[in-house]
């Protein structure tokens, strides 16, 4: 590809390539970037648990319950971030970049503004947040102070994921990695100075995770002014419902998809703790933990999908629906195979990947199974997590948040209420694993009809 004078690909070649290059090695090459950034993304949350980790139960316990406000942040960021970047990837395969330019300022842009309101807003209603998501009268201080301190970073979150899926959606997914990857890192030193050098404890955590944010936003929208054919300018901001429609058409899945995961850690926090009986906290802890890691293992499958999204966006606005096909069946197979691999390790090795987080008996049991019963049906996941993001990249918005709300929403949330009310505490280690086996059976029928109208629309009904 062509660079001009100052680094950056021209668009027109980057839609070049998207379009003609070998299916296998082009989705290789685009999902690595995003592979590394989705994981290091997690990561943030990974290190703040396994550090807090070495504190107490009610630390643990405080980041697993803030965790449902970072993905409420990431559910916002998503929606703006995804529905513009699937419209870029679709107008830059249409040749149409002048609307490309525009949808990118008024994402970026807006993005920011909502990040300013949920920090306001978080800070004036912390104290009944945190008690509304399921913080015990224990843990309440330890949440508090976490939760007020991620809440100064709210704007920077906001405009990082916004950045980064833009970016690669244009495929500058090596780019946007680059920011992502130094949060991170920072991420990792900040954590142990903070927390028992500077002996700030949980507080400590959320500063280092907000510092973190701030400099990878920073990174990100260095990269997008250089590296990036389409980049985010004032100018080219604008307030057309158009362009807020088209954005919340291509996002709604993925707000969907993240809103109901929040909700149900909501449940799964307030469910463990009712039914652990004097366990509660011990309970809470484990699905924290049991979270991030789980959390991990999907930002492996999530990545993987978003390097296939700006080429089935790019080669959809294109016309090119054999190469929608056939990169969607490619990702599916290569997934199912990653997906059996982690599971086996999964299983495997589940409780020494508790106790890496916390070295306590009834967090170590709890845990335990519930991971292991997560691994089982982990591997189901592929096609459920990558016929989403195929129908929200082409724009079947209906189909797609029928899809992202299956897992945690359709059928995890009736379950979390069902379930332990028959068995007890095992019901709510064993619901994840119930509810992805039935997010799977509905998922294949909704891909295998869209395969088939692609193929009909390129004259190639196999």
């Given at each position: 590809?062509?660079?001009?004078?100052?680094?950056?690909?021209?668009?027109?070649?980057?839609?070049?390539?998207?379009?003609?290059?070998?299916?296998?090695?082009?989705?290789?090459?685009?999902?690595?970037?995003?592979?590394?950034?989705?994981?290091?993304?997690?990561?943030?949350?990974?290190?703040?648990?396994?550090?807090?980790?070495?504190?107490?139960?009610?630390?643990?316990?405080?980041?697993g319950?803030t965790?449902?406000?970072?993905?409420?942040?990431?559910?916002?960021?998503?929606?703006?971030?995804?529905?513009?970047?699937?419209?870029?990837?679709?107008?830059?395969?249409?040749?149409?970049?002048?609307?490309?330019?525009?949808?990118?300022?008024?994402?970026?842009?807006?993005?920011?503004?909502?990040?300013?309101?949920?920090?306001?807003?978080?800070?004036?209603?912390?104290?009944?947040?945190?008690?509304?998501?399921?913080?015990?009268?224990?843990?309440?201080?330890?949440?508090r102070?976490?939760?007020?301190?991620?809440?100064?970073?709210?704007?920077?979150?906001?405009?990082?994921?916004?950045l980064?899926?833009?970016?690669?959606?244009?495929?500058?997914?090596?780019?946007?990695?680059?920011?992502?990857?130094?949060?991170?890192?920072?991420?990792?030193?900040?954590?142990?100075?903070?927390?028992?050098?500077?002996?700030?404890?949980?507080?400590?955590?959320?500063?280092?995770?907000?510092?973190?944010?701030?400099?990878?936003?920073?990174?990100?929208?260095?990269?997008?002014?250089?590296?990036?054919?389409?980049?985010?300018r004032?100018?080219?901001?604008?307030?057309?419902?158009?362009?807020?429609?088209?954005?919340?058409?291509?996002?709604?899945?993925?707000?969907?998809?993240?809103?109901?995961?929040?909700?149900?850690?909501?449940?799964?926090?307030?469910?463990?703790?009712?039914?652990a009986?004097?366990?509660?906290?011990?309970?809470?802890?484990?699905?924290?933990v049991?979270?991030?890691v789980?959390?991990?293992?999907?930002?492996?499958?999530?990545?993987?999908?978003?390097?296939?999204?700006?080429?089935?966006?790019?080669?959809?606005?294109?016309?090119k629906?054999?190469?929608?096909?056939?990169?969607?069946?490619?990702?599916?197979?290569?997934?199912?195979?990653?997906?059996?691999?982690?599971?086996?390790?999964?299983?495997?090795?589940?409780?020494?990947?508790?106790?890496?987080?916390?070295?306590?008996?009834?967090?170590?049991?709890?845990?335990?199974?519930?991971?292991?019963?997560?691994?089982?049906?982990?591997?189901?996941?592929?096609?459920?997590?990558?016929?989403?993001m195929?129908?929200?990249?082409i724009?079947?918005?209906?189909?797609?948040?029928v899809?992202?709300?299956?897992?945690?929403?359709?059928?995890?949330?009736?379950?979390?209420?069902?379930?332990?009310?028959?068995?007890?505490?095992?019901?709510?280690?064993?619901?994840?694993?119930v509810?992805?086996?039935?997010?799977?059976?509905?998922?294949?029928?909704?891909?295998?009809?869209?395969?088939?109208?692609?193929?009909?629309?390129?004259?190639?009904?196999?």
């Amino acid at each position: 590809m062509k660079k001009t004078s100052k680094g950056k690909v021209n668009p027109e070649d980057k839609v070049n390539y998207l379009t003609t290059a070998a299916i296998p090695g082009l989705v290789t090459r685009m999902a690595v970037p995003t592979i590394i950034s989705m994981l290091v993304t997690t990561f943030y949350n990974l290190i703040d648990t396994l550090f807090v980790g070495k504190l107490d139960n009610q630390s643990t316990g405080a980041v697993g319950i803030t965790f449902s406000v970072m993905a409420i942040m990431q559910a916002f960021g998503f929606l703006l971030g995804h529905g513009s970047g699937n419209y870029i990837s679709r107008k830059l395969g249409a040749g149409e970049t002048d609307n490309a330019r525009k949808m990118a300022a008024t994402g970026f842009f807006s993005s920011l503004a909502v990040g300013i309101l949920i920090a306001a807003l978080g800070f004036v209603f912390v104290n009944p947040l945190a008690k509304f998501l399921g913080s015990t009268d224990t843990m309440l201080p330890f949440t508090r102070s976490y939760m007020s301190i991620i809440f100064l970073g709210a704007p920077f979150i906001m405009g990082s994921f916004v950045l980064n899926n833009q970016m690669r959606f244009q495929g500058c997914a090596g780019s946007s990695m680059i920011g992502i990857v130094t949060g991170a890192v920072l991420n990792t030193i900040l954590d142990p100075v903070l927390i028992f050098v500077f002996d700030l404890k949980v507080a400590g955590a959320a500063y280092a995770t907000v510092i973190s944010q701030m400099v990878s936003f920073i990174i990100l929208l260095i990269m997008n002014k250089k590296m990036c054919g389409i980049n985010v300018r004032l100018k080219d901001f604008s307030f057309e419902f158009s362009y807020y429609k088209d954005m919340f058409k291509g996002g709604v899945p993925s707000l969907c998809r993240q809103s109901i995961a929040s909700l149900a850690t909501i449940c799964l926090n307030i469910a463990a703790g009712r039914y652990a009986g004097d366990m509660a906290d011990a309970a809470i802890a484990a699905m924290s933990v049991v979270g991030r890691v789980a959390m991990f293992a999907n930002s492996a499958l999530i990545g993987f999908g978003q390097g296939f999204q700006p080429v089935c966006g790019t080669n959809y606005g294109a016309g090119k629906y054999d190469r929608v096909r056939e990169a969607y069946r490619f990702c599916v197979k290569t997934a199912t195979v990653a997906l059996v691999i982690m599971s086996v390790a999964g299983i495997i090795f589940a409780e020494p990947l508790i106790r890496l987080f916390r070295n306590d008996p009834d967090v170590i049991k709890i845990g335990t199974v519930t991971l292991i019963a997560q691994f089982v049906a982990f591997v189901l996941n592929a096609n459920t997590v990558l016929c989403n993001m195929l129908m929200q990249t082409i724009g079947m918005t209906f189909k797609a948040s029928v899809i992202a709300m299956a897992r945690q929403g359709v059928f995890f949330i009736p379950l979390i209420f069902i379930l332990p009310r028959i068995f007890g505490l095992p019901g709510v280690e064993y619901c994840q694993a119930v509810a992805d086996v039935c997010a799977f059976i509905v998922s294949v029928p909704f891909s295998i009809s869209v395969l088939k109208k692609l193929g009909k629309t390129a004259g190639n009904p196999s």
